[in-house]
């Protein structure tokens, strides 16, 4: 599989930076971009959306602990939401970032369709190759973003 191009990493970099700016009142800075082969273990919560068009594969957030607390708390407005929602608060705001990343994406040449959140279990099976993913940290927490994408051909 080929790795991502740099204006697709930045088509969502650029969009969790947004929706952490309007969803969480916080400033999101890149931290770091790697390879791997393994999504990060539970007790994060992993998130997965599959694109399909002119970009095809998953897009997965895994988001640590700290951080899903938080976007639970502020996508409920609560103060202390029970930990029972939070994989659906944190699916909830991959899905708004996935759908802010189409238009970037849209301007750079890929039409995409977006498909429904899948929440990840504690058994994360390895990756089958090496992976790109960016870390976006912010003072709740971290976000990694993991590209199994490639173009379409």
């Known amino acids: 599989m080929s790795k991502p191009r740099a204006e697709v990493i930045n088509a969502f970099v650029a969009a969790v930076v947004r929706v952490l700016r309007a969803s969480l009142h916080e400033e999101g800075r890149l931290a770091a971009l790697q390879l791997t082969r393994a999504l990060d273990p539970a007790p994060s919560i992993a998130v997965t959306i599959e694109l399909t068009g ?9 988001f640590s602990p700290d951080m899903a607390r ?5 996508l409920l407005m609560q103060e202390d939401a029970p930990q029972e929602v939070f994989a659906d608060a944190v699916a909830e705001l991959s899905n708004i970032v996935a759908g802010q ?18 929440i990840h279990d504690a ?8 992976t790109v993913v960016v870390t976006v940290s912010s003072p709740s927490g971290n976000v990694r973003i993991f590209f199994g994408l490639e173009a379409a051909a």
Do not use: F, M, Q, S
């Open 54 to 62: 002119g970009l095809r594969g998953p897009v997965t957030w895994v």
């Open 70 to 74: 938080h976007i639970a708390n502020k």
């Open 101 to 118: 990343a189409t238009g970037p994406l849209v301007e750079a040449g890929y039409a995409v369709d977006i498909h429904p959140p899948v």
């Open 123 to 130: 058994n994360r099976a390895p990756l089958d190759d090496d």
